[in-house]
């Protein structure tokens, strides 16, 4: 399977505006509003890490920020906390992409109940239910984010 101008183009639709930046300082939106030529590159970039089997050390790396779960409880309390991941966003596109390529593919764990269509928020752990020539955690919320 490679990575067509099409499916980049559905993935890009779904990004969101007004999101964290990451350490890299591309934006949801320098993608989002990119030309044409822009667009060739990341599928030719995508196709490439596709073939190879590797991804940029980059795409590993996240920023853990916490934040305030209510403004008026103890600021002092860690429990009053929770984190968040700020990762990339040609790392987040890729994940898409990886996802509409093969989400078919994959399963989570039957006690999992986050970050799926009907559940609330927290870190799945998706396993392959046939063999893949690479595995990425594909929403790397709350999990330490070094794959390699």
Known sequence: MSVELHDLQECISKLKSGKAV???GIYNEHIMYGCSH???HLCLLFNALLRHGVVP???CVGVI???LKNKHGD???LDMYRGITVAPAISKLFESILLL???SYLGSDPLQFGLKKTAAATAPFLHSRRPLSIVITLAPKFTVLSWM
């Open 75 to 77: 600021h002092s309390n």
């Open 65 to 67: 920020i916490p934040l």
């Open 22 to 24: 990451s350490f890299d």
């Open 101 to 103: 390529l093969y989400g």
């Open 57 to 59: 050390s980059d795409f």
């Open 38 to 40: 822009l667009f060739v």
